[in-house]
T-cell receptor, first 109, second 115 residues
Framework: KQEVTQIPAALSVPEGENLVLNCSFTDSAIYNLQWFRQDPGKGLTSLLLIQSSQREQTSGRLNASLDKSSGRSTLYIAASQPGDSATYLCAVVGNDMRFGAGTRLTVKP | NAGVTQTPKFQVLKTGQSMTLQCAQDMNHNSMYWYRQDPGMGLRLIYYSASEGTTDKGEVPNGYNVSRLNKREFSLRLESAAPSQTSVYFC??????????????FGSGTQLSVL
C-alpha cells in the first residue's frame, strides 16, 4: 500500500524567502506525482504534474522535482509572497491516487 | 468555466438521516471521483468511476453508495449518516485514470456535519 508523507506539517517564513516543501512515498511504481494548492474552505488546484519519466517541472516561481528511486519529491517556491499562503498537498498516482496530509504554509509580510 | 460543481456546500444531518451529494463536470471527462478530507489525514478516496457506467470502491467505501448518472454527473449517497462521516467531501474529475499526464480537477467541497 502506497504511503505518502509530507514534512513539515506547517511552515512559516518571512516574505521573500525561498523555501522547499517535501513529499515522500513508499512505492516507486507510479504514473505521476502532482502538487496541489488548497486555500481555506476551497477545493484543490493543480499546480504541477511530473510524469514518472520526468525529473522536474517548472511553472513561474514554482519548481517541482521527482526522484522515484528514493521516493521523494520537492516543491521549491522562489521569492515567497503572502499570497502563497495556503496548504500544499502532493499526490502520487499509481494503482490508485494517494495524497499526503499537506504542508500548511504561511508567508508573513 | 464552471469546471466541477458540487452541491450543497454545507449540510448538517442527524445520525441515521440520509442524503445525496451531487457533482457535475462540464469538461467531458471520463473519470470522476469522491474523496473525503479529514484533519491531518489528507484526502482519501471513497469511490471512483473510471468511465460512464462503471464504479469502483476506493480506500474508504463503507457507509457510502455512488451513482454515475451519466458522463457529467456522479452522486454520493449516505444511506444512514453516522458521526464518523463528518468530513469535507470533494468531487473530482479527470480525462482518464492512471495515466501519466492526467491532472485532477476538484470541486469546492461539501462540509458535512453529522450530529
Amino acid at each position: 500500500k502506497q504511503e505518502v508523507t509530507q514534512i513539515p506539517a506547517a511552515l512559516s517564513v518571512p516574505e521573500g524567502e525561498n523555501l522547499v516543501l517535501n513529499c515522500s512515498f513508499t512505492d516507486s511504481a507510479i504514473y505521476n506525482l502532482q502538487w496541489f494548492r488548497q486555500d481555506p474552505g476551497k477545493g484543490l488546484t493543480s499546480l504541477l504534474l511530473i510524469q514518472s519519466s520526468q525529473r522536474e517541472q517548472t511553472s513561474g516561481r514554482l519548481n517541482a522535482s521527482l526522484d522515484k528511486s528514493s521516493g521523494r519529491s520537492t516543491l521549491y517556491i522562489a521569492a515567497s509572497q503572502p499570497g502563497d499562503s495556503a496548504t500544499y498537498l502532493c499526490a502520487v498516482v499509481g494503482n490508485d491516487m494517494r495524497f499526503g496530509a499537506g504542508t500548511r504554509l504561511t508567508v508573513k509580510p | 468555466n464552471a469546471g466541477v460543481t458540487q452541491t450543497p456546500k454545507f449540510q448538517v444531518l442527524k445520525t441515521g438521516q440520509s442524503m445525496t451529494l451531487q457533482c457535475a463536470q462540464d469538461m467531458n471527462h471520463n473519470s470522476m471521483y469522491w474523496y473525503r478530507q479529514d484533519p491531518g489525514m489528507g484526502l482519501r478516496l471513497i469511490y471512483y468511476s473510471a468511465s460512464e457506467g462503471t464504479t469502483d470502491k476506493g480506500e474508504v467505501p463503507n457507509g457510502y453508495n455512488v451513482s454515475r448518472l451519466n458522463k457529467r454527473e456522479f452522486s454520493l449517497r449516505l444511506e444512514s449518516a453516522a458521526p464518523s462521516q463528518t468530513s469535507v467531501y470533494f468531487c473530482a474529475s479527470s480525462e482518464m485514470t492512471r495515466a501519466t499526464n492526467e491532472k485532477l480537477f476538484f470541486g469546492s467541497g461539501t462540509q458535512l456535519s453529522v450530529l
